[in-house]
C-alpha cells in the first residue's frame, strides 16, 4: 500500500504526479501544475482521457495544434465554478498560462469515443448536500449523467469552515452493481486561508487500512478502498477536488452501518 498522503512539490511546474503505478492501482492519474504567467504546461496520454481543471488562472489551451482560446476566469477555487476541457487520448494538449495557474490534469482509460471541448462554467450543475455542520457545495464538472466521458467522474466540493464533508462515512471499493461500483479516487485539497488544515481518514471495516492525516493547502489524499471522511477546522474553509473512475462509470456507494443513524 502506498503512502495515502502525497505532498506537492515545492516550486513551479508539475508539483504534483500520481499514476496508477505509483498509487498501485489501475484507473485514476491525477497531476497538478503551478505554473506562472507565460509558462506552459503540457502532456499527452496515449490510451487515457484527460479533464483539465483550471482551479484558478487562465490558460492558452492547444490540443493537436488546435487553438481553443484562452480558458479560465477565477483566481481562486473559492470564487465561483471553474473551468474545464476534455482532451482525447492519442491527443497532445499544452496550456500557455496568461495568469499566475493552478492545472488540475484528471486521467483515466479511455478508447477515444469523444472528441476535445471546453466545459464551461455556465453549464455546471451545482448542489448543497447535508444540514448543520455537515452541509457542503457541490460541483459537477463531469458526473455520471455526463455522457460525453468514457471512464472520468469529476467533481468540486467547499466544505465551510468547521464542517464535514464526505460524511457520514461511505465507501465505493466493491464492484457490486447495482448497490455499490468500484472507485479509486484522489482528492486534491485546498485551504482558505491557506496556513490552514483540515483532516481525513481513511479505513475499512476490518481496520486493516486506517490512516487518519492532517491535510494542508496543496495536498493530494489517495484513496484505494474504504471510508474516507473529511474535516475541517473553525475559520477555514476545505475545498476539495475529486477524480474518479473504475471498471463502470457511475458511482454508487455503501454509508457506514453504524453511522447510517446520521441520514435519518
Known amino acids: 500500500m502506498p503512502k495515502l498522503l502525497v505532498k506537492p512539490k515545492k516550486g513551479d511546474g508539475r508539483v504534483t504526479h500520481v499514476t496508477p503505478k505509483s498509487a498501485k492501482w489501475k484507473y485514476v492519474g491525477f497531476d497538478l501544475w503551478k505554473t506562472p504567467k507565460g509558462k506552459i504546461a503540457k502532456g499527452s496520454e496515449a490510451k ?8 484558478s488562472g487562465k490558460g492558452r489551451v492547444t490540443i493537436n495544434g488546435k487553438d481553443f482560446g484562452v480558458i479560465g476566469d477565477r483566481m481562486s477555487p473559492f470564487e465561483g465554478k471553474p473551468w474545464s476541457v476534455y482532451v482525447p487520448p492519442g491527443s497532445k494538449w499544452s496550456v500557455g498560462a496568461t495568469t499566475e495557474m493552478a492545472l488540475a490534469v484528471c486521467s483515466a482509460p479511455a478508447k477515444g469515443k469523444h472528441g476535445a471541448r471546453v466545459i464551461g462554467p455556465e453549464g455546471l450543475s451545482q448542489e448543497i ?9 457541490v460541483t459537477n464538472i463531469l458526473p455520471e449523467q455526463d455522457p460525453l466521458a468514457e471512464s472520468l467522474l469529476v467533481v468540486e466540493v467547499i466544505t465551510p469552515n468547521g464542517n464535514t464533508s464526505s460524511y457520514p462515512p461511505h465507501k465505493h ?24 488544515f483540515a483532516f481525513q481518514r481513511v479505513y475499512t471495516d476490518n481496520r486493516k487500512l486506517d490512516e487518519a492525516m492532517a491535510v494542508e493547502d496543496g495536498d493530494v489524499t489517495l484513496v484505494p478502498k474504504g ?13 476539495y477536488l475529486n477524480v474518479m473512475a473504475g471498471p463502470k462509470r457511475t458511482w454508487k456507494f455503501h454509508n457506514a452501518p453504524e453511522h447510517q443513524w446520521l441520514l435519518k
Open 129 to 137: 448536500r447535508g444540514k448543520g455542520s455537515n452541509t457542503r457545495h
Open 48 to 55: 487515457r482521457e484527460t479533464c483539465l481543471v483550471f482551479v
Open 173 to 196: 471499493d466493491k464492484d457490486d452493481l447495482p448497490k455499490e461500483s468500484y472507485l479509486e479516487e484522489t482528492y486534491y485539497h485546498r485551504i482558505n486561508p491557506p496556513q490552514g
Open 227 to 239: 471510508y474516507h471522511p473529511c474535516a475541517t477546522v473553525h475559520g477555514y474553509d476545505l475545498y
